[in-house]
């Protein structure tokens, strides 16, 4: 699983050398270094392609004449990009989505268990204030669905 935040530097080609752990992970875990990268609005999104695929199959059951599902597939899957990992373990960050969230020199990646993001530090630096400031609400909120409650959030 993809675990922790890392910070890393963009090169002049808008690559960054993925951390040890995740490149390991892809090679035991996953059998492969092809990824699958997207924006969501604040920072980008990287899935190995095992994991996208699950997803893929799970969006084809969506309903396609509801507007708000075609709205998101266009956004998310639309931006979609397949990348291989080179032979000094970097990523190749394409420039329209370096664009999409201004992604400078410094960044900011973050495990999220089954994937990883890739943020603006000061972007990851205001979600985690606000997330701090509400860690006592998302925690209950959290624990419900772990317990089988699935609380409304509010």
């Known amino acids: 699983m993809f675990r922790g935040k890392y ?42 392609l095992e994991e996208w695929k699950k997803i893929e199959v799970k969006l084809l059951n969506l309903p396609w ?12 899957w639309g931006a979609a990009e397949e990348c291989l990992l080179d032979k ?13 969230i201004k992604l400078e020199k410094e960044v900011v990646l973050v495990g999220m268990l089954n994937h990883f993001e890739i943020w ?10 606000e997330t701090k400031e509400k860690f006592d609400k998302l925690l209950k909120y959290v624990t419900s669905y ?4 699935k609380l409304i959030s509010s």
């Open 7 to 48: 910070k890393h530097t963009l090169d002049e080609k808008g690559r960054i050398v993925l951390p040890t752990k995740f490149r390991e992970i892809l090679r035991v875990k996953y059998e492969s270094e092809n990824l699958i990268i997207t924006n969501f609005p604040d920072y980008l999104v990287v899935y190995p």
């Open 146 to 149: 772990l317990n089988g409650e």
């Open 88 to 100: 000094q373990g970097r990523l190749l960050i394409p420039q329209s989505l370096r664009e999409e």
């Open 65 to 76: 004449e509801v507007f708000e599902v075609r709205r998101y597939i266009r956004y998310f």
């Open 120 to 129: 603006n530090p000061k972007l990851l630096e205001k979600e985690f204030s």
